[in-house]
């Protein structure tokens, strides 16, 4: 039996466990420190209060260290590692995976791990670009992981950034293994028949015309994100190509007054905000779109927005700092960077993204190129991986 353990049900995880077990028959067992992901929780980048509409909890075994019902704590960084010693003790895995190094659960989640003498795999959004360190940060950085990595049997990484950054750490070739950052496509309608069906629906239930170039934005409403660069942005097309686009803002959060004050002021945006939507509910929205928009600044580990973009057939615009774009964003193919924090690059590249609008051809180059990061795929990398330490353990 392989122990997962994390903070919570997370929607991008639960069915790779699924898979695990139920396609490569290893018993897994998620040690979860709350269940606030299912009951309902407030998230204050959001601003929103809800619960995910997909079932987080089947085809594998869920343990809860504390439930919010009795108490329990309704936010990532008030979750408590107590009793994780004890139920790993009760459970007896053959060997334990952990998903991350911060918050403080997780560090106490690998002494814990060790402590097993069991094989330990881990698997993470690691990289290094997503924020600026000093050299005296970085070395102390390189120090703590070079030291968790060397202790774990087998390192998983998500992508390319994840990837290099093992290496840099000198991380041995042997230990490494591709298990990509997916998104579960069971949700959505996602092929071509959905969008025949739904676009020019959608559109006319949002007020949007149908000879409008539409750019969706779809993720928290923060500058972090860069939300208020794509405006910015758009401010410095030409009249004519400015009046003709709309932008669809897919969420919440603490900008949302700004980003209709700042689209008001001359030269104006046409904008439609629709709010925070759940997992069964966003095929519609990118269907309507024409390009997804990804302008963060930092802190973007990956951008799973653009997995569930480009199962759509849907191209993107991202930032360099978006930690997809090496391994889904071809330039002229599924969508194209811009420089981070650039409104005059973002500019450029929606120019250069025009091209790939509205044709067959990308749709059917975005689906392929993010086929590759599948759950199938990732739960094939933990299975490969709980084998090897297993069989050699």
């Known amino acids: 039996m392989l122990a997962v353990i994390e903070t919570h049900p997370i929607q991008y995880h639960a069915p790779v466990y699924r898979a695990v077990q139920s396609e490569f028959g290893i018993s897994v067992t998620a040690i979860y420190g709350s269940d606030f992901s299912v009951v309902g929780y407030r998230d204050h980048e959001f601003g929103e209060t809800f619960a995910w509409d997909t079932d987080l909890l089947a085809g594998y075994q869920p343990v809860f260290l504390s439930r919010v019902s009795e108490g329990g704590p309704r936010a990532v960084d008030t979750v408590s590692a107590r009793g994780l010693d004890q139920t790993l003790r009760r459970l007896a895995p053959r060997a334990t995976m952990v998903c991350g190094y911060s918050p403080r659960f997780h560090q106490i989640a690998m002494i814990q791990a060790w402590r097993t003498r069991r094989p330990v795999l881990f698997r993470a959004e690691t990289t290094d670009h997503a924020r600026p360190r000093g050299r005296f940060k970085t070395w102390l950085r390189d120090r703590a992981l070079g030291s968790i990595y060397a202790r774990c049997d087998r390192l998983l990484y ?75 942005a758009i401010k ?13 803002f897919l969420g919440s959060g603490d900008l949302r007054r700004a980003l209709a004050e700042d689209a008001g002021r001359p030269p104006r945006v046409s904008v439609v905000f629709a709010g925070f939507q759940n997992q069964s509910q966003l095929s519609a929205y990118y269907h309507a779109a024409d390009l997804l928009v990804l302008p ?5 580990t990956w951008g799973l927005v653009v997995n569930e973009a480009l199962h759509h057939g849907l191209p993107c615009v991202v930032s360099a700092d978006v930690g997809c774009s090496p391994d889904l964003i071809a330039a002229g193919g599924t969508g ?20 790939l609008i509205d ?35």
Not at 336 to 347: I, K, Q, R, Y
């Open 336 to 355: 194209e960077t811009f420089d981070t924090g650039s409104e005059v690059g973002l500019a450029a590249a929606l120019r250069r993204a025009e091209a």
């Open 158 to 232: 998500v992508g390319q950034r994840s990837y290099q950054h093992y290496k840099r750490l000198a991380c041995p070739e042997e230990k490494l293994i591709f298990s990509p950052y997916c998104v579960d496509t069971t949700p959505f309608v996602a092929e071509e028949a959905g969008r025949a069906s739904m676009r020019a629906t959608t559109r006319e239930r949002m007020g949007i015309a149908t000879d409008r170039t539409v750019l969706l934005f779809s993720g928290k409403l923060s500058s972090r994100k860069g939300a208020d660069l794509l405006l910015r």
């Open 359 to 393: 044709s067959a051809d990308v749709r059917d180059r975005c689906r392929a190129v993010v086929d590759r990061y599948s759950v199938q795929r990732a739960a094939a990398g933990i299975a490969q991986a709980y084998t090897a330490v297993v069989g050699s353990a």
């Open 236 to 248: 410095q097309m030409p009249t004519e190509r400015r009046n003709a686009t709309v932008v669809l």
């Open 296 to 300: 963060s600044r930092h802190s973007e």
